[in-house]
């Protein structure tokens, strides 16, 4: 099996892609590509199995129906205004809720946060990868693309990141590599060692990737529960987050 982790960033600077090869009872990464254009990454989604994208493949189904009753006239006043919390449903998916409540990580708004401009990419890349051929995005997850949150990733299984993202993040980022090889003495990571020790978006997109491998297996990802969650999963989008209990062992076993 071979997956994909991608990094998405608005622009290739800041985006990286992981491909990891799985066998028995191992894992190698076989490549890092950062930065990473289109084509580098829809050349990588056209040669996976499972793909993870840390990206939103969605909007708020009510943020996008309030900015069209806008675009028509007056807003339904949401419930609640003007008081505390009213603006949740606008800029927090439901699947956002839920990783929330799972992991403790609340992942940033697509409809209010810049992430915005990183998902407009996203959403014309896989717009362009069913175009050439490729399956089209199920945003639940059932298809070949997977949403995914490496920070959530890490809290379940247990990993402690720290602050590997900040500028002065690298002990920290060098730091949570040597945390992976103890957790997962499995996962070889060859040629990109040295770029994970030091670009944090090169060690997302493998830890995206491990991911998506938990996402393929089929019982390691929290999946929608009811109803409400299921049909919002096909809309707004839907973050494979590793369920609970579940260690980075798993994946090879």
Known sequence: MLTVGVDLAAEPKGTAVARVEWSAGQAVVRRVACPADDEVILAALAEADKAGIDCPLGWPDDFVAFVRDHQHGAVTVPAGYPGPGWKQRLTMRLTDRVVKAETGKTPLSVSTDLIGHVALRCACLLAEHAARGGQPADRAGDGTVVEVYPAASLRVWGLEPGKYKQRAGTPHLDALVDQV?????????????????????AFDAVIAALTARAAALGDLTLRPRTPEEAAAAMTEGWVAVPLRGTRLGQLVE
């Open 181 to 201: 090889r103890q957790h997962a003495p499995w996962l070889d990571f060859g040629a990109a060692e040295g770029e994970c020790r030091t670009r944090h978006d």
